[in-house]
């Protein structure tokens, strides 16, 4: 209760700011839950979702990238909910310059007009977050400066602190609540608004993905100039391109809409299958389209990542559908949703709706639609990570359907098993494991004398009794340790020596 005050007392302002969206969106049953205020005149429920979803967008980035990352919750939230939450977009009135100036001259240390060759002062585009302008390096080059709005975020600190707060405190009183894990919730939003603030991050980001992507010309990941880069201000290269939002725009700049259906679909399935770190919202706004049949990759701010456990679970997955194997299904089901407590009959249930459903065929988004319907009536819950590896992948295959309307990802995750299997042959995937144990046989062989020496004291002290006669399993132990410990000696003095 008292942090519950401190935090009202801090944000007052921005709590106000709050309650009136809310009710001015209809909201008002929510604000009175909270305590903000009357809950006002009834609305139409079946409205609510757009409300909430406009009321999300009037109060800025931080409740948008919260609806976002609601929007991958397909198994907790039905499918009115989402579709709503998908259309949530970032946007803002364009700021004049100068009231940019301070901070772009506090970033460069200089005015824009002296460190570049020339300098646009008219915005490109602008967001709640940031505004673009384009610029010329003094070699030619043009690039854009993606510019932090001034006070942005310090804005958004008190949102999420105020939010953090109203998380804990549903938790505590829901049980049904406690299900989404909003405190869990939370976090993930925290996380990712302060990576979006930090430009320095999406510039890592971008030169991430580009090295991931060296040996593929078709794939352009914008440079940054870290010169003239730091929190607050991102300058990169400039690209021109067609948006993916259809065959007839491509053809018309010479561009193959079927070329562009198979190397979108390729991207992702490396970026979550290979690389292990993917572009989490692949939309037609983050992608364009360049001559000789390219995609470069815009907007780096969130990107996912995927550790191996995932990736082979993820494999599991669609190998369970392919062949239709419901038990190995259950197994993969069950190993997602382990803490949600749900019966195992009821997970195996799931597990052969789905196989009897898909089984044999991969229509990504039909799978995940039914996927996420089946876990919202068994109360199956899926890790946050792997949600935004289906959002992503229904995302792309919604973006790959509309340049090419008989695509099928299906035959993308066939042609990707391939590469996987060639980059688990690679020399870069078994370096470090080698390396690693490497150290490890160095470790062990430092030690492998006094171990010998306790094995030996060990093995004279008990007497030896035949196991055909007495089977022993402590001493069985011993044994098989001394093998080991034989074995790895002899591996250690091949690898080392």
């Not at 009710?23 to 609510?48: C, K, N, Q």
């Not at 060759?117 to 008219?122: G, V």
């Amino acid at each position: 209760m008292l942090q519950t005050l401190i935090v009202a007392g801090r944000d007052r302002h921005r709590l106000q700011d709050i309650a009136q969206v809310a009710g001015r969106f209809g909201l008002g049953v929510l604000t009175a839950r909270l305590g903000l205020g009357s809950a006002g005149e009834d609305a139409d429920p079946a409205d609510e979702p757009r409300r909430t979803r406009q009321a999300l967008e009037a109060l800025g980035p931080t409740f948008v990238k919260l609806g976002q990352i609601l929007a991958t919750r397909g198994d907790l939230l039905p499918p009115d909910w989402i579709a709503e939450f998908e259309r949530l977009h970032s946007s803002a009135p364009t700021l004049p310059f100068d009231d940019l100036r301070d901070a772009v001259e506090a970033a460069l240390g200089e005015a824009p007009e002296t460190a570049f060759a020339t300098f646009e002062p008219h915005p490109l585009a602008a967001a709640s977050m940031a505004q673009v302008h384009r610029a010329t390096l003094h070699d030619g080059r043009p690039v854009v400066l993606k510019i932090r709005r001034p006070g942005i975020r310090a804005h958004i600190a008190a949102d999420l602190r105020l939010i953090a707060q109203g998380a804990a405190l549903a938790e505590r009183a829901s049980v049904e609540v406690r299900r989404f894990r909003p405190v869990e919730l939370v976090r993930e939003l925290t996380a990712a608004m302060l990576d979006e603030c930090d430009f320095t991050q999406e510039g890592r980001n971008a030169d991430r993905l580009r090295a991931d992507f060296a040996d593929d010309p078709r794939v352009v990941v914008p440079a940054i100039h870290w010169q003239y880069t730091s929190d607050a201000l991102l300058v990169m290269d400039y690209v021109e391109g067609v948006r993916p939002t259809g065959p007839a725009p491509l053809r018309a700049a010479g561009i193959d809409p079927t070329a562009i259906a198979a190397l979108g679909a390729d991207i992702v399935l490396d970026m979550v299958l290979i690389h292990g770190r993917f572009h989490a919202d692949p939309h037609p706004g983050n992608l364009l389209c360049l001559p000789g049949d390219r995609i470069a990759l815009l907007d780096l701010g969130m990107i996912g990542h995927v550790s191996p456990r995932r990736r082979e679970e993820f494999i599991g997955f669609v190998q369970a559908l392919q062949r239709g194997d419901p038990a190995l299904l259950a197994d993969i089901l069950g190993a997602w949703s382990a803490e949600a407590g749900v019966a195992p009959a009821a997970i195996r249930a799931a597990a052969d709706r789905l196989v009897a459903r898909h089984g044999g065929q991969l229509v990504l988004r039909a799978i995940v639609t039914d996927l996420l319907a089946v876990m919202r009536d068994t109360g199956l819950v899926m890790p946050g990570d792997l949600l935004l590896i289906f959002k992503a992948l229904v995302t792309i295959d919604g973006v790959l359907a509309a340049i090419q309307p008989d695509f099928d990802l299906s035959a993308a995750l066939r042609r990707a098993s391939l590469r996987i299997m060639r980059s688990r042959l690679s020399a870069d995937h078994w370096a470090p494991v080698l390396q690693g144990l490497a150290w490890e046989l160095g470790r062990i062989g430092d030690d492998a004398p006094r171990l010998l020496r306790l094995l030996v004291r060990r093995l004279e002290a008990e007497p030896v009794v035949p196991v055909a006669v007495q089977p022993d399993r402590a001493g069985a132990r011993w044994i098989a340790a001394a093998i080991l410990a034989g074995a790895t000696l002899i591996a250690a003095a091949g690898l080392l020596g």
